[in-house]
């Protein structure tokens, strides 16, 4: 259990883990049950089934537990409950429980009403559900059956019979497991014994040699490949086909090959990925090559009007301008197309700095334009005396009017236009009423 798993699971509680009352983490392949009692202190509801938990620990702190779900794991007897106070349900369904004896530590969950140990070996003990109901009084159901009173009077009075019972089963079912568990360590071990000869007994082990022999033999056809593929096939199905005690370690075996066959499948699929292949931009002297690996249209055009070369480069249309790397070298220019390099040497020398790259929005073309370092200095062509002097006087009226502002200037002796200040007389201004107590004013005619 990791945090990081866990705050993934606590998506719909903003992945804040503190305050989480609900959490599952069924089938995440968990082997070992601890840090929720520390992490998620407020849990009601938590969901553990189909991993591969040995051992009912680490929860005794989660007061406020109501439901526990670790059905299909590898858990072997009921312990450290004792501490989940407000624990109602509890499912340990298909487990690998023989000490049926151990239900008895779940006396102190008072609120417990729900169990079920449907699944596990304590359940073909003689007189197990009537072991159950009596010892544990407060349980309203078990295995999704209900209890009535009848049949807990009746268990309560057969108590110490069907007690005696279940000591006697529980100490045989003790003896075979143990003999369960020495088998499966020894047949575990014949089986590394014989994957780790079977290792070392190929020929040029971890050798160069052997490793250009597989190289060989596959470019031969594969024929080796296909035998290995076979046996490889053969030896699975031996292992699925053969019969093995219901055990955790049994169990655990399985998933464990599962993981390795995963992992080989993996690992080959790594192997056979294609290599991306290593381009060729300069040659051993450092001369650089014309690259075309993204096999584009082009065009290398010499403007000489302006005085540079300009690339059109007919680039994917709806190809993001992130994909696309441009470097503009003095004699050569190098452009990334997705990581596969377009590089062309240019006729003349440019200036990296100047150049400027743009990308079409209709054709998704990329234009890059390079100065030229060379620049070209054009002869002085030799005017007329008659354009020199129009151009004079347009320099000297340019001058003129940067200089100070013209003004329309208008001669009466050229130009005859009436005199717009004498076409209305002023006549003398003669009021009644109260304006007649105004001095006269004097109207003087001006010239």
């Known amino acids: ?135 544990l009084h407060q349980l309203k159901s078990l295995d999704s059956k209900e209890i009535d009173r009848s049949e807990r009077i009746q268990a309560l009075q057969n108590y110490s019979e069907v007690k005696q019972k279940i000591r006697e089963q529980e100490q045989a079912y003790l003896v075979k497991r143990a003999r369960e568990k020495e088998e499966a360590e020894k047949k575990m071990q014949e089986r590394k014994d014989k994957k780790q000869n079977q290792i070392e007994s190929e020929p040029g082990f971890d050798s160069p040699d052997a490793i250009r022999e597989k190289e060989s033999h596959q470019a031969e056809g594969g024929g080796e490949k296909a035998t290995r593929r076979t046996v490889e096939d053969n030896e699975d199905k031996r292992f699925w086909e053969e019969v093995t005690p219901y055990t955790p370690e049994s169990r655990l075996e399985a998933h464990r090959y599962i993981e390795e066959k995963r992992r080989a499948k993996d690992n080959m699929g790594e192997s056979n990925k294609k290599k991306k292949p290593v381009w060729t931009l300069l040659s051993a002297d450092g001369k650089v090559l014309n690259v075309n690996a993204p096999k584009l249209d082009f065009s290398l055009k010499d403007d000489e009007e302006n005085n540079q070369i300009i690339l059109d480069l007919a680039v994917y249309r709806h190809l993001d301008t992130s994909l696309l790397e441009v470097d503009v070298q003095p004699t050569y220019i190098r452009v990334l197309v997705k990581g596969k390099p377009f590089q062309i040497v240019l006729p003349e020398e440019v200036k990296p700095d100047s150049s400027s790259a743009k990308r079409s929005q209709t054709t998704g073309h990329l234009v890059v334009s390079m100065p ?23 320099q000297q009226k340019n001058s003129r009017r940067s200089g100070q502002v013209e003004k329309l200037e208008v001669d009466p002796s050229k130009y005859s236009f009436p005199d717009v200040t004498k076409i209305i007389q002023e006549k003398e201004r003669i009021a009644q009423g109260p304006v007649r107590l105004q001095p006269a004013k004097v109207v003087e005619t001006q010239k």
């Open 1 to 135: 259990v990791t945090e990081d798993l866990v705050r993934r699971r606590a998506e719909h509680n903003d992945c804040e883990i503190f305050s989480l009352e609900e959490i599952s983490l069924h089938q995440q392949e968990i082997e070992k049950l601890e840090h929720l009692d520390k992490w998620c202190r407020d849990l009601k509801i938590l969901y553990l089934q189909n991993n591969l938990i040995p051992k009912l620990e680490n929860v005794s702190k989660l007061k406020k537990l109501e439901y526990l779900n670790v059905a299909l794991n590898n858990i072997e007897r009921i312990e450290n409950l004792e501490g989940c106070e407000e624990l109602q349900k509890l499912d340990l369904t298909a487990n690998f429980i023989g000490e049926l004896s151990s239900v008895e530590t779940l006396k102190c969950n008072i609120h417990l009403k729900e169990l079920f140990l449907v699944g596990n070996p304590c359940t073909q003990f003689e007189g197990y559900r009537q072991f159950v109901v009596a010892t």
């Open 372 to 394: 030229k370092a060379k620049e070209i200095v054009l002869a002085k062509q030799k005017l007329s005396s008659s354009i020199k002097q129009t151009d004079c006087n347009t």
